[in-house]
């Protein structure tokens, strides 16, 4: 599916857009913040918080469930990753400026390759539907699985 031809171009991005919405928010990316969503970063597809936390064990032992669980909320709130519920798992997010309420990913069940989409028209016929059921959205996130261009092709 891949769009990105560079991947450490779009993660070297994702970590500077990280350091300059952090300062603005006055939030602390600690070290160990930074590292998570460096791990979170290394492909297009989602990954485990067990995946993370074995990979950072391997650079500091002492790591352990709580470390990666924290850090990731942390990366949550500030919107610089998403969770996908399906997948009970993480990718980090293109847009962090956007909030993260018109996006939408498409999930090849393949190759688990992940593409995050904005689509403001999205947004606005979720925000009509919740205000004719009169119901208060408190997470949105909306998931496509397939397969993607490359998969099916071969």
């Known amino acids: 599916m ?16 990280a350091d300059v919405i952090c300062r603005r928010q006055e939030a602390n990316l600690t070290p160990i913040r930074k ?14 918080a067990y995946d993370v936390l074995a990979q950072l064990q ?11 669980y924290r850090a990731l909320d942390f990366l949550l709130e500030h919107r610089l990753i998403h969770k996908l519920q399906r997948l009970n798992a993480f990718i980090g997010c293109h847009h962090p400026e956007s909030g993260g309420e018109s996006c939408y990913f498409l999930i090849c069940t393949r190759c688990e390759e ?12 979720l925000q009509d539907s919740m205000r004719q059921q009169q119901f208060l959205a408190q997470h949105v996130t909306v998931e496509v699985e397939g397969v993607c261009k490359g998969c099916s092709a071969g």
């Open 35 to 48: 590292r998570v969503l460096e791990l979170v970063w290394q492909s297009h597809r989602p990954i485990k």
């Open 2 to 17: 891949g769009r990105c031809h560079s991947h450490n171009t779009c993660r070297d991005r994702a970590l500077s857009d």
């Open 58 to 68: 391997q650079e500091m032992s002492s790591a352990k469930p709580p470390t990666v």
């Open 114 to 125: 992940t593409q995050e989409f904005h689509h403001p028209a999205i947004r606005r016929s």
